[in-house]
């Protein structure tokens, strides 16, 4: 399951739209490392004023936050409300390199680069095979 959702929202849900601000703190309370994750690296990208974008290069723990990170990221909604909340393009090369980038950025040549095939190819290692 992707997320755990509170009964009090999922009833919402079923009778109509839901506020944003609502499933973005159920994405929250649901994926914690995912979450942890991202707001780190809008906390770093925030502190470096010169930087275009932040990223990840560390792995994740174990399978279950493995599993938080892919799931927020490979969920058009997730993802897009994140990036919303966060005011950031999110970029995403393999298991854990995750990038925020500022939303200018994200038209730019530095991201481009990020999430061109080229960046895909140089990002690989034999561990990441099954990652």
Known sequence: MSLSVPSA???KAQRGPVDEAEFVACV?????????VISGLVSR??????AEYADNHVPPPDEAARGQLLRLLASDSMR???ERHFGVKL???NC??????EPEAAAGDTYREFVSP???LLNQSPEFVNC
């Open 9 to 11: 929202l999922l009833e």
């Open 28 to 36: 929250r309370d649901s994926l914690p490392y995912a979450w942890n």
């Open 45 to 50: 990208l925030n502190d470096d004023k010169e």
């Open 80 to 82: 897009a409300a994140v």
């Open 91 to 93: 970029a995403f090369q």
């Open 96 to 101: 854990h390199r995750v990038a925020v980038f």
């Open 118 to 120: 080229r960046g895909q």
